[in-house]
């Protein structure tokens, strides 16, 4: 064990980069075929950028370290609060928020998620303690339906289109879970009214500024380095990590690179 250590030599998004470019057919014949790449890596709890050039190596580094292709990194940021996890909890408290009458009602509480701000008023409806952050992640894993897109997700939550129905009943949205109270009591049946325009509202808002961010850091690092300027006139961009299946990112994404 002395003589074992432990290095850092590429970043998470730079590592998928090699492999993600390499299976897409990205094979440069020599150092002066080069592609510009970004890699939009949208995990649970982060998401991080990175910016590159793939070329081809040229004699020496084949000599030296035996490779065919050569990855530089002259990029990279990351949006710390953009992640699946963090948006499922900024939906559970924008609805906690939403029935904050109902939950005082009920001496009901929630925790408050890092990205977030205490609402006035909710002083004793916000807490850290073991039952409220129960009640965040009870109101995370009733949203997660909508958050994935799960078929047929509006059954989830009450949404109703029968032409049958009136358009208040149409109109009601809710979700009802077995919450805990301020002792950590069981509370069964707590009915939290919900938006579900409004809150695919708040996803696609949360991912357009990481998108906007990511674009802001390409156009940053592009203009600082000159391999990178006369790279291509096209930048490959990858989308990385679980949340990027969602079917909001690639929206994003191509209606911002259209504008």
């Excluded at 998108?211 to 592009?222: M, T, Y």
Aim: charged residues 30%.
């Amino acid at each position: 064990m002395p003589k074992f250590t432990v290095e850092y030599q590429i970043s998470e998004p730079a590592a998928y980069a090699v492999t993600a470019l390499e299976q897409s057919g990205f094979k440069p014949a020599d150092e002066n075929e080069k592609y510009l790449y970004g890699i939009f890596d949208f995990g649970g709890g982060t998401t991080d950028f990175d910016f590159g050039v793939w070329r081809g190596a040229d004699d020496d580094e084949f000599d030296k370290f035996n490779c065919d292709y050569v990855l530089e990194c002259f990029g990279a940021d990351s949006d710390v609060r953009l992640g699946g996890e963090n948006i499922l909890e900024m939906l559970a408290y924008q609805v906690f928020k939403d029935n904050k009458s109902m939950a005082a009602e009920k001496k009901i509480a929630c925790a408050l998620p890092l990205d977030q701000t205490a609402f006035i008023g909710g002083e004793q409806l916000i807490s850290n303690s073991q039952s409220a952050n129960r009640n965040l992640t009870l109101l995370k894993e009733n949203l997660r339906p909508l958050w994935e897109q799960h078929e047929d997700w509006e059954k989830e939550y009450g949404k109703r289109n029968s032409e049958n129905l009136s358009a208040d009943e149409k109109k009601e949205e809710f979700i009802e879970i077995q919450m805990n109270d301020f002792n950590g009591k069981a509370v069964p049946n707590c009915r939290f009214l919900i938006d579900t325009g409004k809150l695919l509202k708040l996803i696609k808002e949360r991912i357009q500024k990481g998108v906007d961010a990511f674009f802001q850091c390409i156009e940053k690092s592009i203009l600082g380095n000159k391999a990178a300027q006369s790279a291509s006139e096209k930048i490959y961009i990858f989308l990385a990590g679980n949340s990027c299946k969602s079917i909001f990112v690639k929206e994003i994404f191509q209606s911002t690179i259209q504008k």
